[in-house]
Structures are given as C-alpha cells and as structure tokens.
C-alpha cells in the first residue's frame, strides 16, 4: 500500500492563481481531512470528509473548497491564492475518526 | 473550547536523558489523546495513544502520563536518542461525535550526542 500520497510536492503560485492539491488514499478509509502546518502553529484543520459526496469545514476553510467524488481522492483548491496562504499542506485519512490518522508527505506552497 | 495547550515550545536534551512534554486540555469530553511525531519534510505519524481511563501508557521508551483531573498528559522520552529529534505534537478528540481532532501547537526536540 502507497497510504496516503500528495501532489505537487512543491508550487510557486503567483497572487490570484489557482491550484489543485492532490490526495489519494488506497486504505479504504472513509474519513479524510486538509490540514495547513504553518511555523509554530501546529496543525489546522481546513476542511474534512467523512465519505464520499459529504464534506464539512475545519477550523480554517476560507479560501479553500473540496470536493469527495470517491472514497480514494480528496483534492483541495484554492481559487484566488493570495500570500496568506502560503504554508505546508498536509492530507490525512483514517478508517474511523476516532483512530489513528495517517498523513501523505505535504505540499509546500509558497504564494508571491 | 476545545484548545489543546502544550509546552514547551522548544526543547533541548542530551543524549541518554529525559525529554518531557506537556499538554492541557479545557473540554472534559476528549477521550482519545495520541501524540504524533513529525520529522523533517515528512508528515506526522502516530507515536502513542491514551484514553481517560488509564493513568499511564508505555511503549518502549515513550511513555504517556495521563492526569484526569487536572486535564493534563504529558509524553516522557526516556533514554533520549538523537533519532527521536523531531517535533511532537499532542492532540485530543471529544466523544460527542466530532470528527475534528484538535492539536497542540507543537514541541520541537532536539537530542544533542
């Protein structure tokens, strides 16, 4: 198994751009969540998925959407990129949501 | 609330001694409390996990304290190696059906040899 694997590993994007993050899960596991990492602040929540076609905020979701087409994918979008958003992005699923979560390797978006 | 507080911020530790980490919590409905480590470019990844009803959790050389009463838990690195510098982050989920898993801000260890 692959676990939980995330593209681009790296994006410049200049202000006002937009991007796809990628998420592929091959666990099978129903819930999946967007976490930023930003220097000493831990991890923040973004959006999360509990199955496919059901998707909910976290605690930061603005200037993000998603969408949950299959169980497998989670991709996350940024419409217009501003510098705010500019953090390390990470992926994360797990079979129930009181168990452990397993998190891809992140992408480092820098926004300039 | 659902804040996870944990300290310190940073923390050196020479080879072979004890790193010691804490964390408070404020909603007394969090029943699961795990700790993932994250090491350089990589994600966090498990480490070690805790419910309220045990005091302590050891698994080698990680050891979980867990304070019911005064919401806090704390995570003791014994015999500290330069392999287990990383950052560690503390993390709790409430039983009242929320999938939002709510992290400390992190600790950044570093094991000098």
Known sequence: N??????????????????????TQDMNHNY???????????????YYSVGAGI??????????????????????????????????????SSYRHRETQYFGPGTRLLVL | QQQVKQSPQSLIVQKGGISIINCAYENTAFDYFPWYQQFPGKGPALLIAIRPDVSEKKEGRFTI?????????????????????????????????????????????????
Request: one cysteine or more.
């Open chain 1, 2 to 23: 692959a676990g939980v694997t995330q593209t681009p590993k790296f994006r410049i994007l200049k202000i006002g751009q937009s991007m796809t993050l990628q998420c």
């Open chain 1, 32 to 46: 999946m969540y967007w976490y930023r990492q930003d220097p000493g602040m831990g991890l923040k929540l973004i």
């Open chain 1, 55 to 92: 998707t909910d905020k976290g605690e930061v979701p603005n200037g993000y959407n998603v969408s949950r087409s299959t169980t497998e994918d989670f991709p996350l979008r940024l419409e217009l990129a501003a510098p705010s958003q500019t953090s390390v992005y990470f992926c994360a």
């Open chain 2, 65 to 113: 304290s867990f304070n019911k009463s005064a919401k806090q838990f704390s995570l003791h690195i014994m015999d500290s190696q330069p392999g287990d510098s990383a950052t560690y982050f503390c993390a709790g989920i409430h039983q009242g059906g929320s999938e939002k898993l709510v992290f400390g801000k992190g600790t950044k260890l570093t094991v000098n040899p």
